[in-house]
C-alpha cells in the first residue's frame, strides 16, 4: 500500500511564499514522476509541476517563474516552493506520484489526500 501525505499549506498574504512537501510511504519499488496538481472551486484539476526521477521538471503556465520543484529520490519526498503568491493560486494542492510496486509492475498513479493554499489578505 502506497501513501502520499502533504504538507505546508495554509493561509498566506498576496506576494508571500509556501513550501509545500509530499512524502511517500509504504512498500514499493520505485517512484517516476512526482509532482503537484491544484483544483480551484468550479475548475479543472490542472497541472502545477512535476518532476522526473532524474531532476527533470515541468511546469504549468500558471506558475512558470514563480515556482520551484525539487524532490529527495532518498527521501521519496517532493517539495513545491510557489513564490510571488496571487489570489488566483488559492486551490487544494494535490501531491501525484508514478509508483511502480514490484518490479517490472507498471507504474499506477497514486494522489494524496490535498492541501488547502488559501491567497489572500
Known amino acids: 500500500q502506497v501513501q502520499l501525505v502533504e504538507s505546508g499549506g495554509g493561509l498566506v498574504q498576496p506576494g508571500g511564499s509556501l513550501r509545500l512537501s509530499c512524502a511517500a510511504s509504504?512498500?514499493?519499488?520505485?517512484?517516476?514522476?512526482m509532482g503537484w496538481y491544484r483544483q480551484a472551486p468550479g475548475k479543472e484539476r490542472e497541472l502545477v509541476a512535476i518532476?522526473?526521477?532524474?531532476?527533470?521538471?515541468n511546469y504549468g503556465d500558471s506558475v512558470k517563474g514563480r515556482s520551484t520543484i525539487s524532490r529527495d529520490n532518498a527521501r521519496n519526498t517532493v517539495y513545491l516552493q510557489m513564490n510571488s503568491l496571487k489570489p488566483e493560486d488559492t486551490a487544494v494542492y494535490y501531491c501525484?506520484?508514478?509508483?511502480?510496486?514490484?518490479?517490472?509492475?507498471?507504474?499506477?498513479?497514486?494522489w494524496g489526500q490535498g492541501t488547502q493554499v488559501t491567497v489572500s489578505s
Open positions: 501525484n506520484a508514478d509508483v511502480q510496486v514490484r518490479a517490472l509492475s507498471s507504474p499506477i498513479g497514486y
Open positions: 509504504g512498500s514499493f519499488f520505485s517512484i517516476g514522476v
Open positions: 518532476m522526473s526521477s532524474a531532476h527533470v521538471p
